[in-house]
């Protein structure tokens, strides 16, 4: 069975471009999980799909969005960027039916904002 | 604020020990708790899962989880320098358990 994939793997943008980061979830999952990890930071919650809705966010300001396809498939948006946005961001997926909502990470992308 | 504490590292302990691994949660619906383990540059992978009081083993991996006192840990027999890593709490709550809260990690280091 096929993991979380993400693409790319690594982005690189310049202060104020915009980035788009994809995420392919676990087949049969139709939870999708945003994260944020800075250098040697925590993970920060950013945003959860379900069944293509937006359940909730995080706290992070609206430049920072995405949503879900219909194969269960997100992609995040980061507008305007900053140099602090540089981070590892990673997707997860889960199964909402199932009992206690185990999360999958996918390998992230990395951005660098210069 | 639900929050999610662990205790600070580094964590150092010699090839072949028990490491222990804590976690204390603020938020008493939690519902279900897990460990994951993250490479230096890699992703979280997990662990361990643990949904009711008490003890759950998988291999040298030992969770324990008590509710009454919002607490849990994660025990590692017969350390190997490969178990060396960042260790992350998760705490999950809501309707369907959708609601994680990650802690901040403990980096733990295996000495051979």
């Known amino acids: 069975e096929a993991g979380v994939t993400q693409s790319p793997t690594h982005l690189i943008k310049t202060r104020g471009q915009q980035a788009t980061l994809r995420c392919s979830p676990i087949?049969?999952?139709?939870?999708v999980y945003w994260y944020q990890q800075a250098l040697g930071l925590g993970l920060q919650f950013l945003l959860w799909?379900?069944?293509?809705?937006?359940?909730n966010r995080g706290n992070f300001p609206p430049r920072f969005s995405g949503r879900q396809f219909p194969n269960y498939s997100s992609e995040l948006n980061v507008n305007a960027l900053e140099l602090e946005d540089s981070a590892l961001y990673l997707c997860?997926?889960?199964?909402?039916?199932?009992?206690?909502?185990?999360?999958?990470f996918g390998p992230g992308t990395r951005l660098t904002v210069l | 604020q639900k929050e999610v504490e662990q205790n600070s590292g580094p964590l150092s302990v010699p090839e072949g020990a028990i490491a222990s691994l804590n976690c204390t949660y603020s938020?008493?619906?939690?519902?279900?708790f897990f460990w994951y383990r993250q490479y230096s540059g890699k992703s979280p992978e997990l662990i361990m899962s643990?949904?009711?009081?008490g003890d759950k083993e998988d291999g040298r991996f030992t969770a324990q989880l008590n509710k009454a006192s919002q607490y849990v840990s994660l025990l590692i027999r017969d350390s190997q320098p490969s178990d060396s890593a960042t260790y992350l709490c998760?705490?999950?709550?809501?309707?369907?358990?959708?609601?994680?809260?990650f802690g901040p990690g403990t980096r733990l280091s295996v000495l051979p």
């Open positions: 997860a997926s889960s199964f909402r039916g199932q009992p206690y909502n185990e999360q999958f």
């Open positions: 087949s049969g999952h139709t939870s």
């Open positions: 799909y379900d069944e293509g809705e937006e359940r």
């Open positions: 938020d008493r619906g939690s519902q279900s």
């Open positions: 643990i949904y009711s009081n």
């Open positions: 998760a705490v999950a709550g809501g309707d369907y358990g959708q609601n994680f809260v």
